[in-house]
């Protein structure tokens, strides 16, 4: 066998020389998987059962929490809109804290069940405090006698925030730990199995849409015409069925286990380049420390797919990490580090910026869960005789284009965009986020024309338009999370490397986060300067009448937003590069031809055989 087939054989294949093995995971029991009897779809759909009640109980709550907030909590409607977007962003900022738990010490499964039942017991005090009277403030209405209503303060306000932080808390920890145990079900080294992963990322979206149907149509009824507290109930009921779907596959998983804390092998790296920040690169590589199989300071678990990374000339400051200074002398981890610890940090460092250009994004929809909501509920609801459509239902509208359109992605799109570009996923995760942010734009032009005829003909022609009038801005906004939502976690989960695969699936839910934290902080910050820069007291979002406000200027700043970040995303996905030896089970997914891998392979065989005769 010649020296290029024995590089293609390790860099694809594996082989105990190279350490590029299959990466250990084990059963419930701590013991050896087995292909037979362990992971598969069989395994996964346990997962996404999980992930479809889950999502029904807590979308229910966050989609419609802002009418229970304004209507029987007495909050101000900028106020009870930042409350709904500060809970949102707290539960997708927390899923830092599951998938740094999981990769480090408890593991997906694990993770998973303790903050379930956290999950579970925060629906069930929150349907408690909306069944007590004695929990709430008195009945007032709001729109009519807004300044006369008491605002939920002191025991009731504590008790609902306690609640919601609860639910806050198990769904953020449960989130990126859905998405990882249930890929981790499928070996990205084998082709067939990374075949299987991007259909797994499709259908897991579809189970979302599921669940975000059923929460947005009969949860939302049942809120409705049955009270918050029985729809509190049915949200506590589906988070139960949920912790008995992922009990059930308990004996199917195929689980990788925790490997140690993550953040301290990645600050040595950072450490190491600024204490040798005044040392000169070498020009040739092979001058730096290489990685070699068990070497002490590698980052816990991050390798055991990928025990040597090729080096890249990017971040090139992070390579001083691996000059060595003290040849024949052993230095600490802290003053020396490995090119693969180094590539790893860089490969953390290269996926930011893509994940910030999702920022905006999300934003728009923290709108469409508040103030698109609070728009509907001024419209006209009836649909038929006798029959209103709860505004927060609206919200289903583009899910139930998604259950069909996502099936026909899968079947249909995707076969024939693999036979074009001979990738298992039909586009690349890069290329799907692009067209989802691009499309998210239209989708506020939609909502601030349809806006500006809601209110001129409340104002001037004393008509109340139809709800289904807002429909394009969700159905638009759908489609374009299809793309986005979906293309943004295959690219994190196949980007990242064993041990930091919730960590980093967690770095999505962040996009969330920050994009619910952004809109809060651009409703003060728009509310204080159009306040002070108009004649009346209120500025465009100030007033709990939408008719006195300017709602429609407000979603045309957030277009315009959204169209600079889309621009702001070619550049940075332009920029990026994969690192060549990552794709291990896709190779058609990086930029780099296989000759060009091959080369490189070769090199760092080379490198590591001189390495070791010193």
């Not at 050896?32 to 979308?59: D, S």
């Not at 300071?297 to 090729?310: C, D, K």
């Not at 298992?424 to 692009?434: A, H, K, N, Y």
Request: glycine share 6%; net charge neutral; aromatic share 12%.
């Amino acid at each position: 066998m010649d020296c290029t087939e024995k590089t293609r054989k390790k860099y694809f294949e594996g082989d105990s020389m190279s350490g590029v093995v299959d990466e250990v995971s084990v059963d419930c029991r701590g013991r050896p998987w087995k292909a037979n009897k362990h992971g598969g779809i069989t395994a996964a759909v346990f997962v996404l059962g999980l992930q479809a009640f889950e999502m029904m109980a807590i979308a229910a709550v966050g989609n419609n929490l802002i009418t229970y907030v304004f209507n029987e909590m007495h909050f101000p409607l900028s106020k009870s809109a930042n409350i709904v977007t500060n809970f949102i962003g707290t539960v997708f900022i927390l899923s830092l804290v599951g998938g740094f738990l999981s990769d480090s010490y408890l593991g997906s499964f694990w993770t998973m069940l303790i903050f379930g039942f956290v999950e579970l017991s925060g629906f069930i005090l929150l349907s408690i405090q909306a069944h007590l009277p004695q929990l709430r403030p008195p009945h007032c209405d709001m729109v009519s006698h807004g300044d006369q209503c008491l605002e939920a303060k002191g025991y009731k306000a504590l008790i609902f925030f306690l609640a919601l932080y609860l639910v806050a808390l198990g769904s953020g920890c449960l989130k990126p730990n859905i998405i990882s145990l249930g890929a981790d079900q499928f070996r990205r080294e084998d082709s067939k199995q990374s075949k299987k992963l991007s259909t797994y990322f499709n259908i897991a979206y579809f189970a979302f849409c599921m669940g975000e149907l059923i929460a947005l149509t009969l949860v939302v009824w049942v809120q409705t015409h049955s009270g918050m507290d029985v729809g509190f109930g049915v949200s506590a009921a589906a988070m139960a069925m949920g912790m008995i779907s992922l009990i059930s596959g308990t004996l199917l998983y195929r689980n990788k286990p925790p490997r140690g804390s993550i953040f301290t092998p990645i600050a040595q790296v950072f450490v190491a380049a600024i204490t040798k920040r005044k040392q000169i690169c070498p020009s040739n590589v092979q001058l730096l420390h290489v990685s070699q199989n068990n070497v002490p300071n590698q980052i816990p678990g991050m390798s055991a797919n990928v025990s040597n990374l090729l080096h890249t000339d990017k971040f090139r400051f992070l390579d001083k990490a691996c000059i060595k200074i003290q040849d024949g002398k052993k230095e600490s981890p802290w003053r020396l580090c490995t090119v693969t610890q180094v590539e790893q940090v860089k490969i953390i460092i290269s996926v930011i910026p893509i994940f910030a250009c999702t920022i905006i994004f999300n934003t728009i929809l923290a709108q469409l869960q508040t103030f698109s909501v609070q728009q509907g509920s001024t419209m006209n609801t009836r649909i038929m005789n006798g029959f209103k459509i709860p505004p927060a239902s609206l919200q289903s509208i583009p899910y139930i284009m998604l259950i069909f359109v996502v099936p026909l992605y899968e079947t249909v799109f995707v076969p024939i965009a693999r036979k074009i570009t001979e990738k298992d996923s039909g586009i690349t995760p890069l290329q799907r986020i692009g067209i989802g942010l691009f499309v998210a734009t239209f989708s506020m032009v939609a909502a601030a024309l349809v806006e500006k005829k809601r209110r001129i003909s409340a104002l001037h022609s004393n008509e109340t338009v139809s709800i289904f009038w807002i429909a394009p801005q969700f159905l638009i906004f759908g489609l374009s999370e299809m793309f986005t939502a979906v293309g943004l976690i295959e690219f994190f989960y196949k980007q990242s490397l064993e041990g930091i695969q919730s960590f980093l699936t967690a770095m999505t839910y962040c996009s969330y986060s920050f994009g619910f934290y952004l809109s809060s902080i651009l409703v003060s910050l728009v509310n204080r300067i159009t306040s002070s820069s108009s004649h009346s007291h209120s500025g465009w979002l100030s007033d709990n009448d939408l008719n006195k406000g300017r709602l429609d200027l407000f979603y045309w700043m957030l277009a315009t937003l959204s169209l600079l970040n889309f621009c702001n995303y070619l550049f940075w996905s332009s920029y990026y590069s994969y690192n060549p030896s990552l794709s291990l089970g896709e190779p058609h997914d990086d930029q780099y031809h296989e000759q060009d891998l091959e080369n490189q392979g070769r090199e760092t065989l080379k490198h590591m055989n001189e390495c070791s005769r010193i």
